[in-house]
């Protein structure tokens, strides 16, 4: 099945400052990766989504690019704000199983 | 609001007790999903519905089992709990089959957090 690494899992950067969160991904059939952003106490929010077929997506401050050849996608976070402190998880479908696996989550901090 | 809802927020109980807990798709989704989330193994896939049917398995206990219903709404049965079944159990959905550009989607709902003394 498949296996989704994600690093870091801890994360600290200066409010304005980017941040990029890295996941890779075993399964060269997957085809489609979602990331999701978790605060405390709550349900895993989708904030974007990429499919197989492109490269790259832009959401505002959000944007994700994904490298097929080496099978791994990344989040970057540009102008980071306080209110984008939480644990943001990848995944990827696992075409097996047409499930979800998560990655191990990365926690990130803003600093004002 | 992902327009997910589950119940109840909370639950707890005793090992070797048997629950219930309850999700509701939202409206026009057909699929249902049931993830569990602990600190030491993270968010795994239990089940997948698909209109009143199984349609996947992940890592899900021979204690545990799920169901849809005619009108959508899913059920996860949790028995012989153990104390290392306390977790987080979150329900998503996700659009009908049919447009493809869609259907992999997953809306989480709040979850419901399960402490078992």
């Known amino acids: 099945g498949e296996n989704v690494e994600q690093h870091p899992s801890t994360l600290s950067v200066q409010e304005g400052d980017s941040a990029v969160i890295k996941c890779t991904y075993s399964?060269?059939?997957?085809?489609?990766f979602p990331w999701y952003k978790q605060e405390l106490g709550k349900g895993p929010q989708l904030i974007i989504d990429i499919r197989s077929n492109v490269g790259e997506k832009k959401d505002q401050r959000i944007a994700v690019t994904l490298n097929k050849t080496a099978k791994h996608f990344s989040l970057h976070i540009t102008e980071t704000q306080p209110e984008d402190s939480a644990v943001y998880f990848c995944a990827a479908l696992d075409t097996g199983r047409r499930a979800l696996t998560f990655g191990s989550g990365t926690r990130l901090q803003v600093q004002p | 609001d992902s327009g997910v809802t589950q119940t109840p927020k909370h639950l707890i109980t005793a090992t070797g007790q048997r629950v219930t807990l309850r999700c509701s798709p939202r409206s026009g989704d057909l699929s249902v999903y049931w993830y569990q989330q602990s600190l030491d193994q993270g968010l795994q896939f239990l089940i997948q519905y698909y209109n009143g049917e199984e349609r996947a398995k992940g890592n899900i206990l021979e204690r545990f089992s799920a169901q849809q219903f005619p009108d959508l709404h899913s059920e996860l049965n949790l028995s012989s709990l153990e104390l290392g079944d306390s977790a987080l159990y979150f329900c998503?959905?996700?659009?009908?089959?049919?447009?493809?550009?869609?259907?992999?989607?997953?809306?989480f709902g709040p979850g419901t957090r399960l402490l078992v003394l």
């Open positions: 998503a959905s996700s659009p009908r089959k049919g447009d493809r550009d869609r259907e992999e989607t997953q809306y």
């Open positions: 399964d060269s059939a997957s085809n489609y």
